[in-house]
């Protein structure tokens, strides 16, 4: 009984300081369809499936599906503070596809993701960055540009890269929507399957902060 007692006692003491380590990150998700879900219902769009497969782990997060449809990366810099509230803990970045669909300069692409991420370090705010592919028909020149902003800027800044978020899923018609674009539900799976290893290494990080 009185064994009994004690463990009650000290499960009571040890609780406040497990409840604490297991307080939710604060988590952003800024990108563009991709991330936004268009075409899908707001349960499967990418930043929903994620936090259920880090919910799944026993990894809590609160996450802020912040993606706009078409928006290029100088327009998610261009809404950058009103995108990432105070108290975020941690942006996962997705933005390029728009840029390189549209054939936009590379070094304007750079400078805005460039931008982001600097200002995202001088608040204090964890990045993780996903990288993009430019299509083919803008030509091997192009292409060589632009793929090289991702990881030249993760290495610059110091932050993790996803290489390619539609890793998996692109060109494969089967997992993704009539415009071969944007994947289906079925093809965000996927996307959230293959991105876990590298969004859980950028949480722990995340987590040795706080401590």
């Given at each position: ?13 040890g ?42 782990k ?58 982001i ?26 292409a ?15 932050v ?11 060109a ?13 539900a ?11 290893p ?14």
């Amino acid at each position: 009984m009185h064994i009994a007692v004690l463990m009650l006692a000290l499960m009571t003491v040890g609780a406040p300081a497990a409840l604490a380590q297991e307080k939710p990150v604060k988590l952003v998700v800024l990108g563009d369809s991709l991330s936004a879900g268009l075409g899908l219902p707001a349960q499967d769009a990418f930043p929903a499936k994620l936090k259920k497969a880090l919910q799944d782990k026993g990894i809590a997060v609160e996450m802020t599906n912040a993606g706009v449809s078409g928006d290029t990366s100088s327009g998610g810099r261009d809404r950058l503070d009103w995108s990432i509230p105070d108290g975020t803990r941690g942006v996962i970045v997705e933005l390029g596809a728009n840029d390189a669909l549209r054939g936009l300069d590379p070094d304007v692409t750079r400078a805005a993701l460039s931008d982001i991420l600097a200002r995202l370090k001088a608040r204090g705010i964890a990045v993780m960055l996903c990288g993009m592919l430019a299509p083919p028909n803008y030509g091997a020149d192009y292409a060589a540009r632009f793929n090289s902003i991702y990881p030249d800027l993760a290495k610059q800044y110091g932050v993790p890269l996803y290489p390619f978020f539609l890793e998996g899923v692109a060109a494969d018609a089967k997992l993704n929507q009539a415009d071969g674009i944007h994947p289906t539900a079925a093809g965000v799976d996927i996307i959230v399957n293959n991105i876990m290893p590298t969004v859980e290494a950028f949480l722990g990080t995340i987590s040795e902060q706080r401590r």
